[in-house]
């Protein structure tokens, strides 16, 4: 990026690699250093928890804020029920309204970790786009908004585009999500004077359409700002694990996995990661990431414990780190690790090991299971485990039994 801006806000997110593309940079950035700025990103309600893939956006957020601007999490309680095709091979499932209102729960866990919320000059509202979208009067919105868009200019926007060029199917209520994103813009234009709408870059031909509407119809004008694409250096998405994704609630995947998955990104992540998911100085991320050999395994402890400290708490991220010390260094359990409970009448006469590999995360199957203890990458209490038919029996689990998958993968198996 040749232009140097003079805002705090983006002059962070330009040094850290947070910038793929902006409506107007030069413009943004004279009104940023003019006042408080209120900026938003939607999230849709897909699941109960958001996932790593997801904290870019929250952390454009926390910047916004932590520069003197005022962030909106818009959680999409009303678009979650059209779905987003952007990005999308085919057509999303349609949630139920429990399931939605469920996974707005969920979300709202994480956000409070990264955002201050209140009624301060800079402090968040936490809105729901359901609070109008689900008020609309359908003919009326198509003779206010829908006069707006036309046909083909819906038509040559990516998000379209690709899923008609693979001839997916392209229902006509996705068709729709545009206007109502745009919608959502113009709405939060009119209750927060939001000029700024954030997003991945996938969200490009959305968030430019919700600007034009506002020059549009109120005639004033807005903003449009999106991160590139991120990520692993191996190539592998970021948001995903070798056993799915990686969430951020606590309840759906715990502190040191979480903690164990930043422990163990590519050498040549580290310093992209720390001046994304990190505040330390961009020169220490820089420096850091420059390590080699045993040293960048430091840094990656630094990433891990840092980025685990803004999710979870400096004393979780501390007892990750422990643990895995532990673990590692010391062949131990270590009290942090995730645990399968078991009542007495699960384990019965006995249960197998193949099922408590399986029920504890370590596989995906029992398939998977055998097929680890076969090719020697299993281990119970340390110990190699090559017997795929062993039961484990209530005597057994007197003392809880560490299993592990490789060496980087492990869990307590303990008796309720």
Known sequence: MTYHPKSDFLRELSTRGFIADCTDLQELDERLTKGVVTGYIGFDLTATSLHIGNLVQIMLLRWLQKTGHRPITLMGGGTTKVGDPSGKDEMRKILSVEQIEANAKGIRKVFSRYISYGDGPTDSPLVNNAEWLDKLKYIDFLRDIG?????NRLLAFESVKSRLDREQALSFIEFNYMLLQSYDYLELYRRYGCILQMGGSDQWGNIVSGADLIRRVEAADAFGLTTPLVTRADGKKMGKSADGAVWLNEDMMSSYEFWQWWRNVPDADVG?????????????CDRLGALEGSEINDAKIILANEVTALLHGVDAAGTAEATAREVFEHGGAGEDLPKLSLGAEEVGD???????????GLAKSGKEAKRLIAEKGARINDELLSDAGLMISAADLAEPIKLSAGRK????????
Do not use: C, Y
């Open 147 to 151: 006069k707006h868009f036309t046909i």
């Open 272 to 284: 992209k990661f720390l001046k994304m998911f990190t505040e330390l100085p961009v020169a220490e």
């Open 350 to 360: 006995g249960i197998s090991v193949v099922q408590l590999i399986t029920r504890a």
């Open 409 to 416: 993968r492990h869990a307590l198996v303990v008796m309720e």
